[in-house]
């Protein structure tokens, strides 16, 4: 689980979204549209190599739109089930 993370709202380039260019400072992208969690972009994702190569591609291209959202508190079972049902590709606890 990633406690850190880049928060970045749609339409974003990627040199702006990105932080470090080296493989300790890649993290997870929270991609925001309207004020609400739109997606995200895991930091083991393409986003990295892209940002060097094409910076100025938007973050949107990246985003996993099938998300989870949790709560701290929720029962992982309940959290699972819903994964399955919705066929989530990730999830962000809040």
Do not use: Y
């Amino acid at each position: 689980m990633e406690q850190t993370f880049v928060l970045a709202e749609a339409g974003t380039i990627l040199k702006k979204a990105v932080f470090g260019e080296n493989g300790e400072d890649q993290r997870a992208v929270v991609v925001a549209r309207d004020g609400k969690i739109a997606g995200l972009i895991p930091p083991r994702s393409k986003l990295w190599l892209q940002s060097r190569n094409n910076p100025e591609k938007l973050v949107d291209e990246f985003v996993e739109p099938r998300l989870l959202i949790c709560r701290e508190f929720d029962l992982l079972s309940r959290a699972l089930a819903r994964w399955k049902r919705h066929k989530c590709d990730a999830a962000i606890v809040v």
